[in-house]
């Protein structure tokens, strides 16, 4: 990727996602001696004061911001959601159960596949019709569980207004790998969420889990150590010698958000931009994103160009800027730009900016 | 930990290991901007071109280093060896079938009670005499694999002689963790070698997987994708998000291998710090180390105090002059030296000299 731009570099990777700036030169630093050890982040024991302090204080960070009610566990794990998707119906699914599952996206679908390696599954609510009625969902009395994808990355599909999910005592799982921390949430309304943490809190690689002690009670037994969360939660997330630079990251990105503001000022500055942005499509007739406003990602949203044989030109135009990663997932084609926490108001603006010049240009 | 030291910091810990120095610099100007690309290497895409760049080059230097026969998969995969422990498994043992694993120490006991929750194991051999003596190993005709551990961090026994291993049609796999990069391997001797990345090569949270093309086709069908290593095969290792970040240093430390010298000049490392240390404590009343010689391991290397009561001192004194992470494993308590690939000859020097005089002043 050449760089003939003057101007700052604005990353719009859908994750792994950018960092706050302060983060990474904070990480210079501890990359060569980490709170006065004499040896680098990368290297201290998993088992040292220093680690355990930090993953404390993580956990404590985590617990503050989402308001996570001391009946809830929380993990910290390797892999991404994908595992996640994995170890849900591994702990909670069995021959004689059924889960049920709404399907709306991409991820959500392949949730649905994972599942169906475990046990039977039924998809009870599909498509943008799920995501703008979750009053509508028939939940079955005797599922196993209740599995949802709050925002779909590729779709660009999003709801968040969980007070209308219905009433029901079968537990609500969900992937919040985008949502999660770009907004204030109702822990309570779920009693597993799971999280990569690449998206709005740190590195690929690491995972986060949320899950309520009573949903915890019914896993599955002797599962293999590694697939159950019993194992994790007693390890206290250090079965295994865990990803600890990832982990670290993970500490100083919550550490910022609770600078910033919270999760009061996360939800505002994330609506800020996605409002920002989709006002400027939506009263342009050369970008265009067709998804109802009610359900839109304020995480990734997704445009086409009027005329597709620009897109090539238009993704090389922005990367000459400064403006990278806007090219949407290989399975769909078009743009997609990811406002994720770190991302600031001035790059969704030099964007816009951009994509006014170029449409004056190519219209 | 408070250093009262002016000297450097040899850092002794079994994993998450030593960096080499030049490595921690260029990470730190990479964090901020990887390759011109104006934004940091935490925050590439795994879908651009200069991340598909260095895990193709990562990829072939570990076949370059190692000698990889062609019809060798390379995986660079979530988690560490644990995960791989329930991997295996997953894919080659059923309900019908029997696996075969050699004992000689913890992490072969982990392994073990990791696969019974796959199917039927038989133990064919254990401890030192397993360790001292693999053409007395007797594997089953009928079995799907064998399974050992070479190298045993705890323990601090390993062996490496492979051209000793019984002439056998089963699969040999082989937990490779803490021997990989230590030295030459031949590796046609084994048709699964698995290790975690945190000793020879990189940081905690990845794990290498090289497996015979041959094996790969005997794998269960019908796996959760996660645990399928056809899917990560098929996918060249980027099913779901990868850890970048841990890809890329992993990257940059096989460079440094390969500058070194390779392998040859890995093995006559390790064996001149080994046998410089184990010739130093065989010599001294004051500390031992029990393992048989033609068993001790290169890479851990464990020893006990005469008088178990100065342990505590000792710990303490040590890290004072900035030799850190010396205690061993909680589960067997006394010390442990471990001399990875990164630890240079000076650091073991500097180790000795401290007992030196810490056995001056306390005999």
């Given at each position: 990727m050449v760089n003939l731009k003057?101007?700052?570099?604005?990353?719009?990777?859908?994750?792994?996602?950018?960092?706050?700036?302060e983060i990474l030169k904070k990480a210079q630093e501890d990359l060569i001696d980490y709170a006065n050890t004499g040896t680098s982040i990368l290297s201290i024991s998993h088992r040292s004061e220093e680690f355990i302090n930090l993953a404390d204080r993580a956990k404590k960070n985590l617990r503050d911001l989402l308001n996570i009610p001391e009946n809830y566990e929380i993990l910290f794990l390797h892999g991404g959601a994908s595992w996640q998707a994995a170890m849900v119906p591994?702990?909670?699914?069995?021959?004689?159960?059924?889960?049920?599952?709404?399907?709306t996206g991409h991820w959500s679908s392949k949730a649905i596949k994972e599942a169906e390696h475990f046990?039977?599954?039924?998809?009870?609510?599909?498509?943008?019709?799920?995501?703008?009625?979750?009053?509508?969902?028939?939940?079955?009395?005797?599922a196993a569980y209740c599995h949802c994808t709050p925002n779909e990355t590729i779709d660009g599909v999003e709801f968040d207004d969980f007070e209308n999910l219905?009433?029901?005592?079968?537990?609500?799982?969900?992937?919040?790998?985008?949502?999660?921390?770009?907004?204030?949430?109702?822990?309570?309304k779920f009693d597993l969420i799971y999280a990569g943490a690449q998206k709005n809190m740190g590195p690929s690689?690491?995972?986060?889990?949320?899950?309520?002690?009573?949903l915890l009670e019914r896993a599955n037994k002797n599962l293999s150590t590694m697939m159950s969360y019993q194992v994790h939660v007693d390890a206290d997330s250090i079965y295994n010698t865990p990803a600890t630079f990832s982990w670290y990251l993970m500490g100083e990105f919550l550490e910022w958000v609770k600078k910033q503001g919270g999760l009061a000022e996360m939800g505002r500055r994330s609506l800020e931009k996605a409002l920002m942005f989709y006002d400027y499509l939506d009263h342009s007739d050369f970008y265009k994103n067709n998804i109802p406003r009610a359900v839109r990602s304020r995480m990734n949203l997704p445009f086409v160009l009027k005329d597709n044989k620009l897109d090539k030109l238009f993704l090389t135009e922005a990367s000459k800027q400064g403006l990278i990663n806007l090219q949407n997932h290989r399975s769909t084609g078009g743009m997609r730009a990811s406002f994720y926490n770190a991302m600031p108001k001035e790059g969704v603006e030099a964007l816009i900016n951009f994509m006014k010049n170029f449409e004056k240009q190519y219209a």
């Open positions: 003057n101007n700052k570099t604005y990353n719009f990777c859908a994750g792994p996602a950018v960092f706050p700036e591994a702990n909670f699914l069995s021959d004689n159960s059924l889960a049920n599952y709404v399907n046990g039977k599954i039924k998809v009870i609510g599909s498509g943008l019709d799920a995501a703008m009625n979750l009053s509508g969902w028939v939940i079955d009395k005797k219905p009433e029901s005592d079968v537990p609500m799982i969900a992937d919040m790998s985008s949502t999660i921390l770009s907004r204030e949430l109702d822990l309570t690689g690491l995972s986060v889990v949320i899950l309520n002690a009573e």
